[in-house]
């Protein structure tokens, strides 16, 4: 098959970039922004990541496999004329502003998260019906957008004329840019026939895969700041270089998680096996639902560190129950849960690198209730 990624120099789109080419011709299509976005926010990744050329050029040296590298802007004009002479048979949409705290920094970044999310899916969307050829889109979501209310969360497929929706309640700008996106979706594969699988994962941990460890030049991003790091990388980093970990509030939230290579596994099984006509066909994509303060005693006893409970910046409930189910299981099983072995393993990755951790952005700008 022929696939293009877009958001491909990510930290989910570049493992799964390398995974996917073993098996398929794959473009990426990238615009840079998120390098840039480390220089807005005064941080950078853990671990030295390549300029994305040198990292395509990588991987041609280690596999023999030619990956095709655009850097292009998803919103512009130019995406469709670029996708005619690509003539994807799939593309996989992570090219998005992708952060639930940058998403609440400020009045600007609302604005920017929602107008760049909506603006860049309804483009692709476009390109998509100019295409001659049929091509499957696969969207990422996040299980955020539910909300965390007590009621079950299951995933299902939403035919064309179903005008039921699913239960919406989003936390952030961000997520509520994920249910923008869900309706755009919706929208364009009633109307146009577009096939779109959307993917609702939780919270993502974990760096490297089989393939972006085969050489250093190939090593994934690794986030951790107060921003942009999700709560089990920070943990991980913040234990790795002896900080307390920022437990916010009471830290009874439940959650959903999934490892970087499971969430590969996932996307790779949804590109190989493209939903059947003119439908959103929607999965959740999780592992495990634990409660922040287990998995922050698990991190502290690993590695000495104090929990720090922190006021909490965000407008959230501290203790919720969260049920949910996925019907991707019965295709893809999660091989990779948060227990100790594994996060022992992925707290040695974090040591290797932690004198280059930027230790003063740990703490997070985004408050909630800004105006
Ligand atoms: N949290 C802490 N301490 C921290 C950071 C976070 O206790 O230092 C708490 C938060 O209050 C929250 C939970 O951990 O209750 C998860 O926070 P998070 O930042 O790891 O994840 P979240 O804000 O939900 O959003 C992130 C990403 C977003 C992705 C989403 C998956 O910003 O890209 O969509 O994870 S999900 O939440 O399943 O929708």
Known sequence: MNVTIIGGDGFIGWPLALRLSRDHQVTIID?????????????????PIALTPERAEAWKKHSAININFVELDAQSP????LLRTITPDAIVHLGEVRSAPYSMLSSNHRTQTVTQNISTTQNILEAIIQLSQKCHLIHIGFMGVYGYSSTEV???????????????DPGSVY?????????LLRFYAKNWGIGCTELHQGIVWGTQTSETLMAPQLVNRYDYDGEYGTVVNRFLVQAATGHPLTLYGKGHQQRAFLHLCDAVRCIEWCVANPSAGAAVRVFNQFSEIPCLSELADMIAQLSDARIEHVPNPREEDEANILR???????HVKPAI???????????????????????????????????
Do not use: C, G, M, Y
């Not at 130019?78 to 004329?81: I, R, S």
């Not at 995933?155 to 699913?166: G, I, M, N, W, Y």
């Not at 949910?324 to 019965?330: D, E, G, I, V």
């Open 175 to 183: 997520h509520l840019s994920k249910v923008l996106d869900h309706h």
């Open 78 to 81: 130019a995406l469709v004329d």
């Open 31 to 47: 615009n840079l922004s998120r390098r840039r976005l480390d220089k807005e926010l005064e941080t950078q990744s853990l671990t």
């Open 154 to 168: 299951v995933d299902e497929r939403v035919s064309p004329q179903d005008t039921a929706l699913f239960r919406f």
């Open 337 to 371: 849960h948060l227990k100790t072995e594994t996060l022992e393993a992925e707290l040695a990755f974090a040591r290797s690198f932690a004198d280059s951790a930027v230790t003063k952005t740990f703490r997070t700008k985004a408050l909630w209730k800004k105006i």
């Open 324 to 330: 949910a189910t996925s019907s991707l299981w019965s």
